[in-house]
């Protein structure tokens, strides 16, 4: 079967998000004060041809784990869509 999974990744909540941090800026110089904290992550969307949904969650978080995400700065989070 074919599967589509969503991997979703994010700067872990300790450390700095520079990116986040000039959206924010952005905002706020666009009148859009009332946003108080912005994290920019990433959004990785595929389709994997699996005999299960665990077996496509196992080969995606071995996609990130290995490829897609910096597990020291980084987490990520699996989920089939």
């Given at each position: 079967m074919i599967f589509s999974v969503q991997i979703k990744?994010?700067?872990l909540k300790d450390l700095l998000d520079p990116q986040g941090k000039?959206?924010?800026g952005g905002l706020h110089n666009l009148?859009?004060?009332s946003v108080s904290?912005?994290?920019v992550g990433k959004n990785v969307t595929m389709e994997i041809e699996a005999d299960s949904e665990e077996?496509?969650?196992r080969?995606?978080?071995?996609a990130a784990?290995?490829?897609l995400a910096?597990?020291?700065?980084?987490?990520?989070e699996v989920s089939i869509l």
């Open positions: 990744i994010m700067p000039a959206v924010l009148g859009l004060t904290a912005v994290r077996g496509a969650c080969i995606a978080t071995e784990q290995k490829l910096n597990q020291v700065m980084e987490m990520f």
